[in-house]
Each structure stands twice: as C-alpha cells, then as structure tokens.
Nanobody, 122 residues
Framework: QVQLVESGGGLVQAGGSLRLSCAASRRTFSNYGCGWFRQAPGKEREFVAAISWSGSNIRYADSVKGRFTISRDNAKNTVYLQMNSLKPEDTAVYYC???????????????WGQGTQVTVSS
C-alpha cells in the first residue's frame, strides 16, 4: 500500500501561481507513473497532467498546457505541479495518483491522495 499526501493548495488571485506537492510513503514510488487530477464542485474528476516514472513521458490537458508544469523527484518520493497564470476556472480540489504507466483517465490509477483545495479568485 502506498500513501500519498498532497500539499501546497490555497487561495490565490487570478494570474498568480501555486506549487502543489505530492509525497509518497514508499520508495517504490519511482516505479510508478504519477498524475494530477482535479475536481470542481458538481463535476467529475478530470485529468490535468501525468508523468512517467523516468520523467521522459509527460502529458497535459489542453486546458493547462503552457501554464502548468509537472515534475518529479524520485529521490524525495515527490511529484510536483507548478501552476502559473491561474484562472478562476482552475478552482478545484487537486488530487495526485500513482499508476503503472502514464494514464489520462482515473481508471488507470491505483493509489490516490486526499486532495488539496485550490481556489482562484477573480
């Protein structure tokens, strides 16, 4: 079993930046692909970004391309999501997950964190 803990969420004005972190409890973290998803009130959880275990394969949702950057540090068992030029529509609970490969759907993920709230004010 792997536990994931997200942090870094908060309240920010439109145009601002936040950096989310997701720390894993086990060193086998480096064997997994990692992804970030988000869920706004009344909406389904949606894909944001994903990265392979080596960092060589990265995917982004069209809505965040050019603004968000996913990265990982396997030595620290941590994956990051740098979010720039934030918009009110980015407001959601952000979740990180671990998958056996890079995946863009929730069904591809075996482990999830509890989520961190991101609120972008206009």
């Amino acid at each position: 079993q792997v536990q994931l803990v997200e942090s870094g969420g908060g309240l920010v004005q439109a145009g601002g930046s936040l950096r989310l972190s997701c720390a894993a409890s086990r060193r086998t973290f480096s064997n997994y692909g990692c992804g970030w998803f988000r869920q706004a009130p009344g909406k389904e959880r949606e894909f944001v970004a994903a990265i392979s275990w080596s960092g060589s394969n990265i995917r982004y949702a069209d809505s965040v391309k050019g603004r968000f950057t996913i990265s990982r540090d396997n030595a620290k068992n941590t994956v990051y999501l740098q979010m720039n030029s934030l918009k009110p529509e980015d407001t959601a609970v952000y979740y990180c997950g671990l998958a056996n490969r890079v995946a863009v759907t929730t069904s591809g993920y075996q482990y999830w964190g509890q989520g961190t709230q991101v609120t972008v004010s206009s």
